[in-house]
């Protein structure tokens, strides 16, 4: 699978730099957290734009859409995702639907998500030296090992995210449409990293 140079300091690396044939637990590992629902973007300094869409895909998964543009044609990820339990630390496994120029379909793809109020969220890649190949049993005792040791995230790559719009079950178990945001934060409340 071919990563793209270009895509080096975007969401890609967050979401593609390291692929895994494996996921990190085979199924849900609890239910899905509905802070984590709606339409979310991250603007880079050169301008580049991405914008994830996250709904639920059910009790316990995530359908997740990015789309992602710089220089050229907007392109367009899927994926159902899940919460995955490593120890006490919960991390987000990916699993892409569709193939594409940059990942595999069926590859998978872990995150760390943190909320860091209600409408900022920031994603963390993990670092993992592990084979691409590796087993679900081996990926877990590395993320154990670095969670020990400290160095599972590189901090300096993780990204925050601002929310856009909401997204909420209805009755019928349907999504209801995205609708502007309840509460803004003011700008002066905002936030800084």
Not at 4 to 24: D, F, I, K
Not at 116 to 145: F, K, V
Request: positive net charge; contains cysteine; aromatic residues 8%.
């Amino acid at each position: 699978m071919g990563i793209s140079a270009r895509l080096g300091a975007l969401l890609l690396p967050l979401l593609l730099a390291a692929c895994w044939e494996n996921p990190l637990t085979g199924h849900p590992s609890e239910s899905i957290n509905t802070w984590l629902l709606g339409q979310w973007e991250h603007r880079e300094k050169n301008g580049t734009t991405s914008r994830v869409t996250v709904l639920p895909g059910g009790r316990d998964r995530y359908q997740i859409r990015l789309s992602w543009s710089a220089k050229g044609p907007r392109r367009e990820y899927f994926f159902d995702a899940w919460p995955s339990r490593v120890g006490k630390s919960l991390f987000l496994t990916l699993r892409a639907v569709e193939g594409g120029p940059d990942i595999a379909a069926g590859s998978h793809v872990f995150l760390h998500a943190q909320m860091l109020d209600q409408n900022t969220i920031r994603l963390r890649e993990l670092q993992l030296g592990s084979d691409p190949a590796s087993t679900s049993m081996e990926l877990r005792r590395e993320i154990r090992a670095r969670l020990k040791d400290g160095s599972l995230y590189n901090e300096k790559a993780a990204q925050d995210w601002k929310r856009t719009g909401q997204a909420y079950w209805m009755r019928d178990g349907g999504t209801g449409v995205f609708a502007p945001l309840n509460y803004e934060v003011p700008a002066s409340a905002e936030k800084t990293p």
